[in-house]
């Protein structure tokens, strides 16, 4: 790793160990409540009607990503196109790496990703629209949920959802909790990845939660040499 990458890595993450030193760690805090509390199976709860629901009540065609899988996809440093590999019928291909992804579900999208283009895969980051391509391609960070609505999606989510819906659901702030996380990875290429959440709690009926990401990658250039015949 470069020592731009490393240093930058190194200030991340001193300033998020001082936080989370004088609040509680997220991690402890699971580790102690799966000590105490018996194994059960979880209830999915959804928002694909605009509404929580428990996804065996919700009549749609829903997949939904949370909990560690969806979490090992953000600390992993990928983008958003790994959610192709969770979720049947979803396809992600991009020809410009991480940015512009086309989105197909069943088979239903359009290579045509210029900005006046209109796209029958709508992507939704807490209800509102992100239908600029360059907004497509954010890393997936911090999110509670993923949930991926087959299409049509007309009546709920308006134009540009023929083929569905890829819909995000950022974590909200927690009352009462003083506590977070961070992640730091390194891999060939000076590649560098830091994540970093924290909650603070303002009052009894107040929260905020700040989230930071850092990726870096060097832009390597290849050499040939050729031996003259």
Known sequence: MSFNSRGRLAAHASAFALAIAAGTAIGTAVQAADATTPSQVTEVVVTATRREERLKDVPESVTALSGTPLMVLGTSGQDIRQLAFSVPSLNIESSNGRTFPRFYIRGYGN???????????SLIYDDVVQENPALKGFPVFDES???????????????????????????KPQLGFDGGY????????????????????????????????????ATGSATRSTTPI
């Open 182 to 217: 961070y992640n730091i990875s390194d891999g060939t290429y000076n590649t560098a990845n830091f994540q970093g959440v924290y909650n603070f709690p303002l009052s009894q009926d107040a929260a905020m939660r700040l989230s930071v990401q850092d990726q870096h990658r």
């Open 145 to 171: 949920d993923v949930e991926v609505l087959r299409g049509p999606q007309g009546t709920l989510f308006g134009r540009n959802t023929p083929a569905g819906v890829v819909k995000f659901e950022s974590n």
């Open 111 to 121: 290579t045509d990703f210029t900005s006046f283009a209109s796209q029958p895969v």
